[in-house]
């Protein structure tokens, strides 16, 4: 079956650095993809949608300086978060779609920011 | 008033029976709708999506949408303990760039 992976699973970082999260899918190629967070018994969030080669296309409220979206391949998608504060840290979670609607989801990636 | 609303639960069923898992939405301009199974500490997982009124089954799972009554429901027959999760009801209007997600109910099958 189609798998999506991120890197890394999890990070630490101190405030005011950068943190790149990747997002990869194995065995097919990715004409969307898209990013998610998620706060502790809180629901998903979208965060952003990324269509390869083009500009990502951000949701209401979503800081498009603070995180910066790249989906230079099929197969690849990075979200990096800029200069994270606390406020920052929670679940991140990518997921592709190659065709329909059908989303394959990463396993997440959990940012604390000290 | 949250623009995608789920009953928390926990809602609780005994194996075999039928779970029934509802969400109403507010944005009458939304176009799709899709159910996620989320286990807990895990990513979720896309188990439906439907785009027109009426009933869409796949396997154990009929989603159910009413879009002039603003719900979508989904059913589970035959619940295992392995469905117990969290379930996501999420809902997008493709014209104003918005996806929204309930909080989630949670279901637990009892065996």
């Known amino acids: 079956g189609a798998v999506v992976s991120q890197h890394p699973s999890r990070v630490i970082c101190k405030s005011g650095t950068s943190v790149k999260i990747e997002c990869r899918s194995l065995?097919?190629?990715?004409?969307?993809m898209f990013w998610y967070r998620q706060f502790p018994k809180q629901s998903l969030m979208l965060m952003a949608t990324?269509?390869?080669?083009?500009?990502?296309?951000?949701e209401q409220g979503v800081e498009k300086d603070k995180f910066l979206i790249n989906h230079a391949s099929l197969t690849l998608s990075t979200l990096t978060v800029t200069s994270a504060h606390p406020e920052d840290s929670s679940f991140y979670i990518c997921s592709a779609r190659y065709s329909g609607e059908t989303q394959y989801f990463g396993p997440g990636t959990r940012l604390l920011v000290l | 008033q949250k623009e995608v609303e789920q009953n928390s639960g926990p809602l609780s069923v005994p194996e075999g029976a039928i779970a029934s898992l509802n969400c109403t939405y507010s944005?009458?301009?939304?176009?799709?709708f899709f159910w996620y199974r989320q286990y807990s500490g895990k990513s979720p997982e896309l188990i439906m999506f439907?785009?027109?009124?009426g009933d869409k089954e796949d396997g154990r799972f009929t989603a159910q949408l009413n879009k002039a009554s603003q719900y979508v429901s989904l059913l589970i027959r035959d619940s295992q303990p392995s469905d117990s999760a969290t379930y996501l009801c999420a809902v997008r209007d493709t014209n104003a760039g918005k996806s929204t997600f309930g909080d989630g109910t949670t279901l637990t099958v009892k065996p």
């Open positions: 990324s269509n390869e080669g083009s500009k990502a296309t951000y």
């Open positions: 944005d009458r301009g939304s176009q799709s």
């Open positions: 065995d097919f190629q990715a004409t969307t």
């Open positions: 439907i785009y027109s009124n």
